[in-house]
Every structure is written in structure tokens, then in C-alpha cells.
């Protein structure tokens, strides 16, 4: 029988069994496989089933491999055949998908090849975590930071050009243009590769402690930046370190406390009122030792 046969073969039983039993649709095949299973339970070797093959690239292994050990009866296709092949459905939605990630999109710029690390990296230094693995779907490819454990310029080259066809240091990537200065800051958070060209100690904070952001207006001081500051204050992080807001909180008073009855102990106007409404907001500049230079042991109504 030959591999067309067979695979029209699979199909059928997969219809058969019940993957596609709401009528015709396309499909398509893809494996299961555990390395796990295979890697530690069974101390197999990476290059049992993965060899070398053209332009550096390492190959997949055929059923023939699987065969060495599983027993495969081409002749009678059965539901054994489902412990290796899964179907991926259009419409069955519950259909099983262990595909191996598809590779990231910076993949398509990337130089590499297997056989320049012949000898110098095991698989597991750029494959971490395969072996452990009970599914394709987990595998995930090396990112630049596994390269640079050994790429960084004293045990192997990090000179762009090296393993990048266009990404260079001194070119501006897409994102950058239009407003980027003002939203660069969101994308700083999930994307870590700003600092393979960034990599001058000071580029970010040397700005920041210069350039405001938009909210920095008019009113910032007086009323703005409390408010913005309890709902998120991480955000001020970024540019200020946490001295430079006591260092001013120690020594500017709010409008508050220029109120005529300040000192009194009125209700409305009084710092005792303020303090019994929301002792939290005086905590951002005072500690209960600066209350208890007058009174020892206050009790506040609420925390
Ligand atoms: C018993 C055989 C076997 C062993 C041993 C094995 N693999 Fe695999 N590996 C497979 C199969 C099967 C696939 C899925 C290939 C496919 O989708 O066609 C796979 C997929 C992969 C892939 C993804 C390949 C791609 O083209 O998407 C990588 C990377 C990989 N293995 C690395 C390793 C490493 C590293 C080791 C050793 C820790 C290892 N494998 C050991 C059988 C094996
Ligand atoms: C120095 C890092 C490194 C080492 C060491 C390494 N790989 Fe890879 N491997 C990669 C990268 C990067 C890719 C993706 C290459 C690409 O897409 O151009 C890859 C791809 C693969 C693939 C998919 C087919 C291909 O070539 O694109 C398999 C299978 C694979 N590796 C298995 C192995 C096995 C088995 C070993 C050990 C014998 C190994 N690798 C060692 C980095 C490494
Ligand atoms: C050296 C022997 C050997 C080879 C070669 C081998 N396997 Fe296995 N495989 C095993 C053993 C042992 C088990 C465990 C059987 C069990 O627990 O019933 C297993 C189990 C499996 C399972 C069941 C996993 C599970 O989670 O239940 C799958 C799927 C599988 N192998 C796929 C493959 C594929 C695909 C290949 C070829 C690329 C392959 N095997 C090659 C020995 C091998
Ligand atoms: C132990 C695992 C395993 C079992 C069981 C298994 N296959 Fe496969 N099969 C593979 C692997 C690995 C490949 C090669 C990778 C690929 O093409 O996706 C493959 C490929 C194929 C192909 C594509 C052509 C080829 O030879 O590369 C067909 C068709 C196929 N299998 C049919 C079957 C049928 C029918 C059965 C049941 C009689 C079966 N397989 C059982 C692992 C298995
Ligand atoms: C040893 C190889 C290697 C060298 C040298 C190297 N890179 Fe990379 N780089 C990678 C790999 C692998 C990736 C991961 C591919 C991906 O996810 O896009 C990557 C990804 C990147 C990305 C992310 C791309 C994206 O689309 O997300 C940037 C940016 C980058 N590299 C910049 C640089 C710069 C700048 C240099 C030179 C200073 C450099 N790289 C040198 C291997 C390398
Ligand atoms: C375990 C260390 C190690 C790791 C990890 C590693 N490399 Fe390498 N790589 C080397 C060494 C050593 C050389 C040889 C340097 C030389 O010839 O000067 C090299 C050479 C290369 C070359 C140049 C080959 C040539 O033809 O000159 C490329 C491209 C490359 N590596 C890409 C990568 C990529 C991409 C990664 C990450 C996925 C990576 N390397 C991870 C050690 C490593
Ligand atoms: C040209 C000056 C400049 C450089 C260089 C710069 N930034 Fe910024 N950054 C700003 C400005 C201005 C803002 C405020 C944008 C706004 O909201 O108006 C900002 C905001 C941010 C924020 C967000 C704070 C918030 O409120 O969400 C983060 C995070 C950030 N930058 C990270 C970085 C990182 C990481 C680097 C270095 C790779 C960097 N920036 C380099 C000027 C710069
Ligand atoms: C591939 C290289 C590369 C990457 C990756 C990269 N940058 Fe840049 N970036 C540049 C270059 C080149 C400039 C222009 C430098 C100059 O003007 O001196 C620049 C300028 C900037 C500026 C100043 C913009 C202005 O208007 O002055 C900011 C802010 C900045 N980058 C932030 C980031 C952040 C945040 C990341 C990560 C999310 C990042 N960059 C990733 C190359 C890169
Ligand atoms: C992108 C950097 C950046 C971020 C993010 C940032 N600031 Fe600022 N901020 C500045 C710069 C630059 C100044 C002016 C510093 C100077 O004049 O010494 C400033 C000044 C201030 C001032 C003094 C205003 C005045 O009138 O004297 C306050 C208060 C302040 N920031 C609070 C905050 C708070 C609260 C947050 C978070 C909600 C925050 N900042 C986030 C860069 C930033
Ligand atoms: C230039 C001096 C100055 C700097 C720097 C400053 N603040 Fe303030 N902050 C004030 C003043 C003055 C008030 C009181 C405003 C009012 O109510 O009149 C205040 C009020 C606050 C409040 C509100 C307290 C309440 O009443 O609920 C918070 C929260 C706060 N600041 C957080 C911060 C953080 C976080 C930083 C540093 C990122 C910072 N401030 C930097 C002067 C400053
Ligand atoms: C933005 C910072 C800031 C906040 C918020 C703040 N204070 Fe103050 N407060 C000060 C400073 C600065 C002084 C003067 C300290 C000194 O002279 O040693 C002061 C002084 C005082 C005094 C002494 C009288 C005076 O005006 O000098 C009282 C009473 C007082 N605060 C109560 C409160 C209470 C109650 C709250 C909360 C409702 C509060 N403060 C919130 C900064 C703040
Ligand atoms: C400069 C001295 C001074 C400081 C500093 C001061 N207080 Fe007072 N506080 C007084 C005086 C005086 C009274 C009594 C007023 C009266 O009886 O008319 C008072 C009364 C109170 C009362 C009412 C007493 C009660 O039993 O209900 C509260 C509450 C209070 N203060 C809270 C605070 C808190 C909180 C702080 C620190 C953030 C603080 N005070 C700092 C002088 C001060």
C-alpha cells in the first residue's frame, strides 16, 4: 500500500470512530507525541529520532523510527493508529491539537544552524525543557536570551549580523515610528528586546528624568498627581525613585493645612476631621510619630 492509500486509509477510520461523524469537512492531520515519555522514562537520545539533516536544519523522524518499537500494521488501520495521529477538525471543535507552536515571527530574519554547534551546545542549552515535555504543544523555540548565554561577545559573537539578516542596532524597528515616545512605555512591558539595542546603562532613565508625560499639567502638584499616584503607583516608579516623593512630602504642605481652623478641633475644617475621615491619605506624608509631637495615642474612629 502506498503512503496516499494510507492516508486515505486514516481519514476513513477517523470517520469511522467518530471524529467526523457531522458530515464532510476538512481536515487535517498532526501528531501526539510525549517527549517525556520517551526522553527520561525510557532515556532515549535526542538524536535517536532527530538527525542531522540539509542546511543545518535537524530532521523529524519517520514512522519507520516509531515502528523500531510500536508495533504499526499498515495493512489494518485501527484505532491504534490514534495513539500517534490526532485529526484537527474545522467543525468538530473538541478535536485534539498538539501541533508544535508555530515559530515566532522573528524566526524569518534569523541565521542559524545546527551543525555551527556541533560539538559546542547540547540540545538542552537552546531546547530547554523539551525532555520534561508530555505534549508538543509546549515546546517553545529558543528566544535571544538562550543565545546570548554563550553569544555575548567574549565566548561567541553578538554582532547583529551574526544571526540577524536586517535587525540592526542602530536601525529604528516599525514600532517606532509616529508617537512612539508617548506609548512606548506599554509596549516596554511585554517586549524585552529593547535592550539588545538599548544597551547604554542610562538611555531610559537619562530621559525620564528630563521629559514629563502628558499628565504632568498645570495643576499636577496640587491635585492631580495624589489621585493618580494611589491608583497606580508603579506607574511613578518608572521615573521617580520613592525619595523624591518624600523628599518633597516632608517639606510641602497641602491646601489643607493652610485652612484658618486647621488646628481647631471643629468638625468640618479641623485636621482631626481629616484625620478621623481618611487617616490613609496623611500616612502619605506623616507617620504617627510626627502626630504624637502633641498628642500621644489619639484614636481614630476609621484606620
Ligand atoms: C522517540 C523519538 C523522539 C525523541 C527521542 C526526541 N524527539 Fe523531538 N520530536 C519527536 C517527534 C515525533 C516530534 C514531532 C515531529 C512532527 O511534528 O513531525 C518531535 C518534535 C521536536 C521538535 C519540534 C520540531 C519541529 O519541526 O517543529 C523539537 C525542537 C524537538 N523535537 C527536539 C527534541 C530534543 C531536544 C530532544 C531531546 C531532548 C528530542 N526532541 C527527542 C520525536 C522525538
Ligand atoms: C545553539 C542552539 C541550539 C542547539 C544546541 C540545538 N538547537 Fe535545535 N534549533 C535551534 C533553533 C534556533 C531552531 C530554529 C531554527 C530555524 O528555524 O531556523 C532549532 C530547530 C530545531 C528543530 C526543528 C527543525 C529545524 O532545524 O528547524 C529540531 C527538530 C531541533 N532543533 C532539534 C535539535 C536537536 C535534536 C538538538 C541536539 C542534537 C538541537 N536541536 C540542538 C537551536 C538549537
Ligand atoms: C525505543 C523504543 C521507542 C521508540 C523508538 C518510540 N517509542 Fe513511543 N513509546 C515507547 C514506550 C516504551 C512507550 C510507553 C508504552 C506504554 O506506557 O504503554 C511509548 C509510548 C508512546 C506513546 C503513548 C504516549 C502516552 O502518553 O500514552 C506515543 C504517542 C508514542 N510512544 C509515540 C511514538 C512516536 C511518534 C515514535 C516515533 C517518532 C515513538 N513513539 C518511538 C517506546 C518507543
Ligand atoms: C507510534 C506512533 C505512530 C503510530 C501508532 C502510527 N503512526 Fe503514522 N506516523 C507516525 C509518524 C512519526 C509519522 C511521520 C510524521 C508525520 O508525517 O507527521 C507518521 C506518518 C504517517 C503517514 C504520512 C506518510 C508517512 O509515512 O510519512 C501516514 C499516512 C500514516 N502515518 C498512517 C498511519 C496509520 C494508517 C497508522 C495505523 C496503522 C499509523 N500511521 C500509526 C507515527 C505513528
Ligand atoms: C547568537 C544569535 C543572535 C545574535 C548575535 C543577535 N540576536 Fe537578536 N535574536 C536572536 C534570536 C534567536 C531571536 C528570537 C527570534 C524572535 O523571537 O524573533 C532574536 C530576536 C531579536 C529581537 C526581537 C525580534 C522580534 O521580532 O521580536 C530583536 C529586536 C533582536 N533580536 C535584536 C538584536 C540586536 C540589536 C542584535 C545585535 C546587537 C542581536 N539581536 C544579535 C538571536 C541573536
Ligand atoms: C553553548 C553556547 C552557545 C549557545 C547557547 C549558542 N551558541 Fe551560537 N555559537 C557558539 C559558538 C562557540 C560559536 C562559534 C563562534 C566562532 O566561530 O567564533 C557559535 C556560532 C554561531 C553562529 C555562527 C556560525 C558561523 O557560520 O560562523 C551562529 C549564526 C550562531 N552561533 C547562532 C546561535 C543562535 C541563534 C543561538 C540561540 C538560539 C546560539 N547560537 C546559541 C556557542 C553558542
Ligand atoms: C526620549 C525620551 C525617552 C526615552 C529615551 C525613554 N522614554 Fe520612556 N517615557 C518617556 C515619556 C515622555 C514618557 C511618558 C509618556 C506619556 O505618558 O506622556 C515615558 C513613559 C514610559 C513608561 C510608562 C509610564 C506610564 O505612565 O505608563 C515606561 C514603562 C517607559 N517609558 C519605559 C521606557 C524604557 C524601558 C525606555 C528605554 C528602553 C524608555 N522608556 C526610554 C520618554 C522616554
Ligand atoms: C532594533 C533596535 C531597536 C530596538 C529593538 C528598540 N529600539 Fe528604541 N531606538 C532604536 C534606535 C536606532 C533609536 C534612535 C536612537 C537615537 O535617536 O539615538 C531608538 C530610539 C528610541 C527612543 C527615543 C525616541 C525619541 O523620540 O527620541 C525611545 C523612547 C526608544 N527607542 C524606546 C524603545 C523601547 C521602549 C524599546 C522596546 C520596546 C525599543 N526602543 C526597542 C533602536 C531600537
Ligand atoms: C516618564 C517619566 C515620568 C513618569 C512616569 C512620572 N513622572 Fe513625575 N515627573 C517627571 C519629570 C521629568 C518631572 C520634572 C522633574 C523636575 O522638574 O525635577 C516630574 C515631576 C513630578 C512632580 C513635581 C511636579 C512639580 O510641579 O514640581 C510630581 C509631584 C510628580 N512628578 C509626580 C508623579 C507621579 C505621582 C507619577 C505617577 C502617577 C509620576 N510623577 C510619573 C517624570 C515622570
Ligand atoms: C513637588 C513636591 C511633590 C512631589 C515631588 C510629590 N508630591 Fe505628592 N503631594 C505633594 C503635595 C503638595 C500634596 C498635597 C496636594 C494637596 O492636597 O494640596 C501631595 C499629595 C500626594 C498624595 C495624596 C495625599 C492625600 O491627600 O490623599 C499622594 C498619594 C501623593 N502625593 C503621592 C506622591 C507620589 C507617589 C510621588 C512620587 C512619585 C509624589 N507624590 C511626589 C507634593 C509632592
Ligand atoms: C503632602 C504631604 C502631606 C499630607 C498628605 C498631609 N500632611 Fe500634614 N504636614 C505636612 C508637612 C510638610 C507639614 C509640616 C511639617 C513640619 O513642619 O515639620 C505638616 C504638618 C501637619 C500638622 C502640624 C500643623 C502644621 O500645619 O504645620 C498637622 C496637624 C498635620 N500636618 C496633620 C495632617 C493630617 C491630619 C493629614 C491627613 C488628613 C495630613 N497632615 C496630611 C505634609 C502633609
Ligand atoms: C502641632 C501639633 C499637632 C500635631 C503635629 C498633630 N495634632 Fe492632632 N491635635 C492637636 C491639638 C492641639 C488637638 C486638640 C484640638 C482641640 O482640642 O481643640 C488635636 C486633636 C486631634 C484629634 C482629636 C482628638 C480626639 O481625641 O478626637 C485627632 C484625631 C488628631 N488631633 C489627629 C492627629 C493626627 C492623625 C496627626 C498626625 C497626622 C495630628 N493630629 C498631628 C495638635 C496636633
Known sequence: MDKKN???????????IGLAISGCKKEEGSLKFNHQLHVVDNEMECSDCHAAGKDGKMENPDMDKCSECHEIDMEHPSEDCLQCHSL???????A??????????????????????EGIAECSDCHKGIDKQESLQDIEWPDMFTCKKCHNGDDAPIDCEVCHTKVRKEIAPPSHHGDWAEHHGFESRFDKSCQFCHEEKDFCQDCHQTKKPRDHIFNWKTTQHG????????LCAVCHPASYCSDCHRSQKPVSHARADWMAYTRENGHAEAAHHNFRSCNVCHTRSDCDKCHQNVILRHK
Open 88 to 94: 484537527k477538525s474545522s467543525l468538530n471543535d473538541y
Open 96 to 117: 485534539v491539537e498538539e501541533a508544535v507552536p508555530e515559530k515566532p515571527k522573528g524566526y524569518s530574519d534569523l541565521i542559524f544552524t545546527h551543525e555551527a554547534h
Open 6 to 16: 494510507s492516508l486515505i486509509l486514516l481519514v476513513a477510520l477517523m470517520a469511522i
Open 227 to 234: 489621585q493618580d499616584a494611589t491608583h497606580d503607583r508603579r
